[in-house]
């Protein structure tokens, strides 16, 4: 059985990433990037579905972990009855392949390690071939399954039906390294290469990746880990973001609510993008946008609202036959068909994205620009049309609150864009249909029975997407209306002290079962409280949702109050980024209140 979901940790090259278990196990990896096919994947079923166990052959040895600072390279202490030793877990950055390194330290005294490797690719789908090749120097063992092939270098490893295993001695002072190198299979082994330097200039890049970094003083520690995690998760080459590391591990245990995150979501990718330019990473904006304008380069009327790493349009969602799934949580999906979805959101977001980019320096191309007057035109065209919603309901397409909010938040991006940066566009008729738009979203999406705006027109309900009304300047935090929301969202949605999205039970998603609190949702509740003077509300809510990262600071998406577990896709990149908009809140509110103090002093 897989261990809870906040026992892995992640290493990763900013092309793919592998989950490192406590007891030294990597449970899933898929290579080369995050949306390849597993070859290891007993976190969506049992060891047999393929992992790579390093740890002392002690059964009572204990482990400590955590990252070198400013790095995902992973630290892990073990301490056994007869010694101590160290393994370090990396991928090594900059070197345009796919390798695992897994170095063993000996710290004191003489430790027994054991090695259990089970390769399973496509899914569990394929065992594959395996040889043993002495010849390339040293011991070395290579895996061919279709196309994927796999060489690993270190101790012999010694074939057991269908696994591979080796036991090996280390003493203090002495250093092995194992290493995993993926490879075409229809190409030669690619050679050696020297540890040392790997490690050396992987902490070097992280760190100096890190160093751009401005966080505030409070809750500085885990918003810098949330942004090497937002860093983590987007794809060097291409500049697309990815939404989780993982697939189908469930909202809920045993549920069928299990999704595959591996993908661009444009609006999760246009949020990480508006907070790494907020904290000193301009520079990842010309990247992104580069990867925006080649994805949806085109028709506007054919935009997804996802796409793959390199822009991918098909994303044809199955279930996949070979993996039961995370504690028999079924089905296990790869892909998504939500990218068939229209989410008229997505166009808020992501010209918000684009207006901050441009805000911190990045220059308009005839291209970029003239890209977003389309989608500006497509708002224009579409902006009455109902939708699937922020969280892609599976059911009827209905006049959300939230996607009407977005929509006018695009054409204020428009409008700022003309008046405030020079470019051209019909700035009047965007103006006039804005406020056409205010007009609605205050008078259809507003219930006065409730004194609250509602899930979607005449629903009667709330959705905590209505907590970023605030976020995009459509209302104050502390005018009467959304004061009211706020209210009702905390009596309708709050599940043992944090936020559900909506309310499951109403059907209006079209899917069986339930789901856990949602940590983003809670997260823009502390950012509301801080910006409507409820600051230790907002640092009180603040400080739990902070308390439910694992040891080396990551989230998923969920949290199982009663079970004390996370729950959903890990890590998840909307979840640390709200996290760091939270913590912004807070900070900012901080000074305000500070500031406030301080002029009431030289008043009197």
């Given at each position: 059985?897989?261990?809870?979901?906040?026992?892995?940790?992640?290493?990763?090259?900013?092309?793919?990433?592998?989950?490192?278990?406590?007891?030294?196990?990597?449970?899933?990896?898929?290579?080369?990037?995050?949306?390849?096919?597993?070859?290891?994947?007993?976190?969506?079923?049992?060891?047999?579905?393929?992992?790579?166990?390093?740890?002392?052959?002690?059964?009572?040895?204990?482990?400590?972990?955590?990252?070198?600072?400013?790095?995902?390279?992973?630290?892990?202490?073990?301490?056994?009855?007869?010694?101590?030793?160290?393994?370090?877990?990396?991928?090594?950055?900059g070197d345009r392949r796919a390798d695992i390194v897994r170095r063993v330290r000996g710290i004191s005294g003489v430790v027994e390690m054991r090695q259990d490797l089970r390769m399973r690719f496509d899914y569990a789908a394929a065992i594959p071939w395996v040889r043993q090749a002495p010849h390339e120097g040293g011991n070395a063992l290579i895996a061919v399954a279709g196309p994927d092939a796999?060489?690993?270098?270190?101790?012999?490893?010694?074939?057991?039906?269908?696994?591979?295993?080796?036991?090996?001695?280390?003493?203090?002072?002495?250093?092995v390294d194992i290493v995993m190198t993926w490879y075409p299979a229809h190409r030669q082994p690619p050679e050696a290469k020297d540890v040392d330097a790997q490690l050396e200039h992987t902490i070097g890049w992280w760190r100096d990746w890190a160093s751009s970094s401005v966080v505030p003083a409070r809750y500085a520690s885990i918003v810098h880990r949330s942004l090497l995690v937002l860093r983590a998760l987007t794809h060097e080459d291409t500049g697309g973001i990815v939404a989780a590391a993982t697939t189908s591990l469930p909202e809920q245990i045993g549920g069928g609510r299990n999704w595959d995150y591996r993908y661009v979501w444009l609006r999760d990718a246009s949020l990480t993008l508006d907070v790494l330019i907020g904290h000193g990473f301009a520079s990842e904006a010309n990247s992104w946008r580069n990867w925006l304008l080649r994805a949806i380069a085109g028709d506007p009327a054919d935009v997804q609202i996802m796409y793959g790493l390199s822009g991918e349009r098909r994303l044809t969602e199955w279930e996949v036959p070979t993996l039961p799934g995370?504690?028999?949580?079924?089905?296990?999906?790869?892909?998504?068909?939500?990218?068939?979805?229209?989410?008229?959101?997505?166009?808020?977001?992501?010209?918000?994205?684009?207006?901050?980019?441009?805000?911190?320096?990045?220059?308009?191309?005839?291209?970029?620009?003239?890209?977003?007057?389309a989608l500006l035109q497509f708002v224009e065209d579409n902006w009455r049309r109902p939708d699937n919603g922020i969280w892609e309901i599976r059911g009827p397409e209905r006049e959300f609150t939230h996607s009407r909010v977005m929509l006018w938040s695009a054409l204020d991006c428009g409008i700022r864009a003309v008046r405030e940066h020079g470019l051209r566009g019909p700035v009047s008729r965007w103006v006039k249909l804005r406020d056409e738009l205010a007009e609605e979203i205050h008078t259809r999406g507003f219930d006065e029975t409730i004194g609250s705006y509602t899930q979607y027109y005449g629903s009667g309900t709330v959705d905590a997407s209505?907590?970023?009304?605030?976020?995009?300047?459509?209302?104050?935090?502390?005018?009467?209306?959304?004061?009211?929301?706020?209210?009702?969202?905390?009596?309708?949605?709050?599940?043992?002290?944090?936020?559900?999205?909506?309310?499951?039970?109403?059907?209006?998603?079209?899917?069986?079962?339930?789901e856990h609190p949602f940590l983003a949702c809670s997260f823009w509740l502390v950012e509301q409280y801080a910006a409507s003077h409820r600051l230790a509300d907002a640092t009180e809510l603040m400080d739990r949702l902070v308390s439910y990262s694992n040891d080396v600071g990551l989230l998923s998406e969920e949290y199982d109050v009663q079970g004390k577990r996370l729950v959903g896709n890990f890590p998840q990149a909307l979840s640390h980024l709200a996290l760091v908009r939270a913590a912004d809140a807070i900070d900012a509110a901080e000074k305000r209140t500070t500031q406030q103090a301080a002029q009431t002093r030289h008043a009197g």
């Open positions: 059985m897989p261990l809870n979901i906040e026992d892995y940790a992640l290493i990763g090259d900013t092309h793919t990433g592998a989950l490192v278990g406590r007891n030294g196990s990597i449970d899933w990896l898929c290579l080369p990037r995050f949306d390849s096919a597993s070859v290891f994947g007993a976190i969506l079923g049992s060891e047999d579905h393929g992992r790579w166990l390093l740890a002392p052959a002690d059964s009572s040895a204990t482990a400590t972990r955590d990252y070198l600072p400013d790095t995902f390279v992973l630290s892990t202490r073990w301490v056994t009855q007869s010694g101590v030793v160290e393994v370090t877990d990396f991928m090594p950055h796999l060489v690993i270098r270190g101790p012999r490893l010694h074939p057991n039906d269908h696994f591979h295993s080796a036991e090996f001695a280390i003493a203090e002072g002495e250093t995370y504690r028999n949580s079924s089905p296990v999906r790869v892909g998504n068909d939500a990218y068939v979805q229209y989410q008229g959101d997505i166009f808020g977001e992501v010209l918000r994205a684009l207006e901050n980019a441009r805000v911190a320096g990045v220059k308009e191309t005839d291209f970029s620009w003239s890209l977003q007057r209505l907590l970023q009304m605030v976020q995009v300047g459509f209302i104050a935090a502390d005018d009467p209306r959304m004061l009211g929301t706020v209210a009702r969202i905390e009596s309708e949605l709050m599940q043992d002290g944090l936020l559900a999205r909506y309310r499951t039970q109403s059907g209006v998603d079209g899917l069986a079962g339930g």
